[in-house]
């Protein structure tokens, strides 16, 4: 009973969540909650730490790809504090700075809206 339980669980999770849709505005959200401190997350953002890079910066650097920095988000790395981050989490940080490398969204054409 409880095995089926747990499948019925799946199934519905598995047919809301389509596979590898990532969510930018969620990786927005989560940006401005853990990332904000240091990173410039968002356009609109005026001060974070100096020598933490934009994410715009990071869009934009011309080997970026989302999935290698997804991958980034869920090592531990030096400088950057451990981040509690599930793996969908980090994809979606990952989709949304991807946005900023779109010039549109940086004019507020484009993108997640604040
Ligand atoms: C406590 C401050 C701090 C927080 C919080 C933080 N970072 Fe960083 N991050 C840094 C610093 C400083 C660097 C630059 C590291 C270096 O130059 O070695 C960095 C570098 C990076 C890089 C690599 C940039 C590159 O060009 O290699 C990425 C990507 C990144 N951060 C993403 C994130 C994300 C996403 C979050 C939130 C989930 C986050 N950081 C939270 C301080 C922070």
Not at 37 to 54: F, I, K, L, M, T
Request: some cysteine; overall charge positive; glycine content about 4%.
């Amino acid at each position: 009973m409880r095995s089926f339980l747990v499948l019925a669980m799946v199934g519905f999770l598995a047919s809301v969540i389509p596979a590898c849709a990532a969510n930018p505005q969620h990786g927005l959200d989560l940006a401005k909650r853990w990332c904000a401190s240091c990173h410039v997350v968002s356009p609109d953002q005026q001060r974070a730490s100096s020598d933490a890079p934009p994410f715009a910066t990071i869009a934009r650097a011309p080997n970026f790809n989302t999935r290698q920095l997804a991958y980034f988000l869920l090592e531990p790395h030096p400088k950057m504090p451990d981040l509690p981050l599930s793996r969908s989490a980090a994809d979606d940080i990952a989709a949304y700075i991807a946005t900023l490398a779109n010039d549109d969204h940086r004019q507020g054409r484009a993108g997640p809206r604040l």
